[in-house]
């Protein structure tokens, strides 16, 4: 049974940082794109990055447009992981957080996603 398990997720007062990690299991997702949503209560889920598989050993960085510089994502292959580091977090920010994983090249459509973890809740203060 494939799994994507989130966590790391918390209260955090702007300008500050969390990380948060996807935990993948059931099968090996080295070669797949794996990919960090969100979704503010009344919005529609939001592209926050992807890491997509180049070689047994990199990938390509991919962002959301209002990242700015403020995330990174990354991921470990042997493990079958990967992790959104978020710094200067903005009340904006807040939003249950989702990974996902897919095979193919493109990286921003949430349809395009074929497994989905439970999202982990991520609420900035102002």
């Known amino acids: 049974q494939v799994q994507l398990v989130e966590s790391g997720g918390g209260l955090v007062q702007a300008g500050g940082s969390l990380r948060l990690s996807c935990a993948a299991s059931g099968r090996t997702f080295s070669t797949y794109t794996m990919a960090w949503f969100r979704q503010a209560p009344g919005k529609e889920r939001e592209f926050v990055a992807a890491a997509r598989w180049l070689t047994s050993i990199t990938y390509s960085e991919n962002y959301g447009n209002f990242v700015k510089n403020r995330f990174t994502i990354s991921r470990d292959i042997a493990k079958n992981a990967v992790y959104l580091q978020m710094n200067s977090l903005t009340p904006e920010d807040t939003a249950i957080y989702y990974c996902?994983?897919?095979?193919?090249?493109?990286?921003?459509?949430?349809?395009?996603?074929?497994?989905w973890g439970q999202g982990t809740q991520v609420t900035v203060s102002s």
């Open positions: 996902a994983a897919k095979q193919g090249p493109s990286v921003s459509r949430p349809n395009d996603y074929n497994y």
